[in-house]
């Protein structure tokens, strides 16, 4: 079946600008994760979905960042007011028997 | 909390030589513990995982990797590498309870020469 997506692959954005994110979970999938992979960094977490519920928020960076996952199944990652050092690959992925799936994350350039 | 030391930035290998890969881990209890591989413009691939059980695990593409313990370690392995492996390897652990919060390393970029 279909792995994980996420669109846009790629999103440029000026500084100051709100983006959203998404991720396309594999169906059926209960757990949702986001991370935040800076260039030459390993990815860091983000935040956690349980279902629609946000279970664990405490690797969002500031306020700026907020997810949802409204009927539990896609995803979206906001970032109100992008400041450069928000550049970076977002990752998602979605878990099941404790194996996460990752999709191929979206590069966002901010300038 | 659970942290992860990779402390090779980047190893050269020759194609055909084996390779290992340093992981060692800082947690509390039994962790879970894993090898991803990204290749650029990629998303992260799953190599092999512990949970429990058989200290050795073999993973995809002729991987294994061996969870020592008394080391907090978790090396991985290849008898003959292959130019196609040129990619960064990253070892993570996750807590062995929970929703399972996983903690990567900073990575290891492998450069296979011929």
């Known amino acids: 079946g279909a792995g994980v997506s996420q669109s846009p692959r790629y999103k440029v954005a000026k500084r100051g600008q709100d983006v959203a994110l998404r991720c396309d979970p594999i169906?059926?999938?209960?757990?949702l994760f986001w991370y935040q992979q800076a260039l030459g960094q390993g990815p860091e977490f983000l935040t956690y979905?349980?279902?629609?519920?946000?279970?664990?928020k405490s690797g969002l960076p500031s306020d700026r960042f907020f997810a949802e996952r409204p009927e539990g199944s896609v995803s979206t990652l906001k970032i109100q007011r992008t400041q450069q050092e928000d550049s970076a690959v977002y990752l998602c992925?979605?878990?099941?028997?404790?194996?996460?799936?990752f999709g191929p994350g979206t590069r966002l350039t901010v300038l | 909390a659970q942290s992860v030391t990779q402390p090779d930035i980047h190893i050269t290998v020759s194609e055909g030589a084996s390779l290992e890969l340093r992981c060692n881990y800082s947690?509390?209890?039994?962790?879970?513990l894993f090898w991803y591989v990204q290749s650029p413009g990629q998303g992260l691939q799953l190599l092999l995982k512990y949970f429990s059980g058989d200290t050795l695990v073999q993973g995809i593409k002729g991987f294994e990797a061996e969870f020592k313990r008394s080391q907090s370690s978790f090396n991985l392995r290849k008898p003959s590498v292959h130019w196609s492996d040129a990619a960064e390897y990253f070892c993570a652990v996750a807590t062995s309870g929970g929703y399972q919060k996983v903690t990567f390393g900073t990575g290891t970029k492998l450069q296979v020469i011929p």
């Open positions: 169906s059926g999938h209960v757990s």
């Open positions: 947690y509390g209890a039994t962790p879970y």
């Open positions: 992925a979605s878990s099941h028997n404790n194996e996460q799936f």
């Open positions: 979905f349980q279902n629609e519920a946000q279970l664990d």
